[in-house]
């Protein structure tokens, strides 16, 4: 076996045996209730789920194995005299729990180097569909045409035994997410670039081959990035992505079908296309005020006249956060760095000045800060990467990362297939009225 197979493994014996003692021990301890309203309205506060990785804060945002993102930022490898960290050294440190050393960093870039290759079909599979495709739908569509590499589901066809589960499993996270920069690449060159492609470089990370073989050479696109891919990885288990990904992995369909599953739930507008959507946002803004510099009055106008609209303002609120995202002050704090005089990047600062106070005012949004979509597009059109569909491609690559680490640990710690119990109108009505139980 690979060393960090070793060490993962290792890791989740030894939290399978103390898994096991608190649940001997404690497991009818209740954790917490659950109200009507919760059941109506998207299980908000509902504490069910168990995800190793990362774990979100409502004040303070997220932490992956207990550490911030300006701690990932100071501790994890970075290239030789890079100043953003490699999210390879995240995807170890979210899989075996310890931060990585330099050499742990560059074994994993040259375990994905090794696992990169891509079959032909793949590419065929996203060439049969029309160009105007949306790249969500090219990507999930290219990562099913891949699923005919699955070690898991081969092995299981073959009966393989359930405590081994998580050792395919393991190798189809680490090929996937190997693959997906390529994938990626393909159909951002296919769709915008006249489907002229550009070959991987062996010699490069993983974030910084993707940013080849997007066409984007420049140093600080490739920081940009390490940082884009570290920071979008994970956001704790009940997000739609994470949350779709771990329950469709429960019923042992492969990591391949799983993934895509997530994914499919990563390209819907309040998650993950919310990136498209705020670029898309200020671009039309721009339009209909006629300048790329609106002051905050034409601003808070357009904020106005898009809520008057029926319609949420792309990057602001959160289900679980309630301050301004840390992975928005990290993005802020690269434009500060790269690009503080550029205009829309300068715009989004504005918006920031601009929207809180106005959802405030609503008084029912819950969380009237941004998250990490409103200042993500920004930093892309800097570099030239206008193609706002394309947005949340990179999300869904570096997603990869913390939704393949926990279905790692899904099936070292052998957790079943999920299924909560769910209850109609009229049952509620009739326990309403004291006519029975609604939850046998
Ligand atoms: N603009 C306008 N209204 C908003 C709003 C926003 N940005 N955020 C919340 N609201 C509204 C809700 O639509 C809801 O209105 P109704 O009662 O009329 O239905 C009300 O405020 C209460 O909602 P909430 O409890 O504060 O928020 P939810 O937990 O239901 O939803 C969302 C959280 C992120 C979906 C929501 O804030 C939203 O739609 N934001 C804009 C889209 C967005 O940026 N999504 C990305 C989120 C981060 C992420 O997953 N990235 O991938």
New binding site residues.
Partial sequence: MGIIKDRFKAKADAANAEIKDILKTHGNKKIGEVTLAQAYQ?M?GITGLVTETSLLDAQEGIRFRGYSIPELQEKLPKVPGGGEPLPEGLFYLMLVGELPTEEDANHITSVWQRRSHVPNHVFHTIDALPINTHPMTMFVTGVMALQTESNFAKEYAKGINKKEYWNPVYDDAMDLIARLPRIAAYIYRRKYKNNEHIQPNGLLDWAGNLAHMMGYENESFKELMRLYMTIHADHEGG?VSAHTTHLVGSALSDPYLSYAAGMNGLAGP???L?NQEVIKWIFEMQEQLGTDDPTKEQIADYVQKT?AGGK????????VLRKTDPRFTAQMEFGKKHMPDDKLVNTVWKVYETVPPI?ESLG????PWP???AHSGALLVHYGLVEYEFYTVLFAVSRALGVLASLCWDRALGLPIERPKSVTTEAVKEWLEGKGEIWE
């Fill in positions: 998207g908000r997000n309040l998650h993950g919310a809520l949420v303002v792309p990057g602001y609120g959160h289900a959802l029912k949004v819950k969380n998250n990490v979509d």
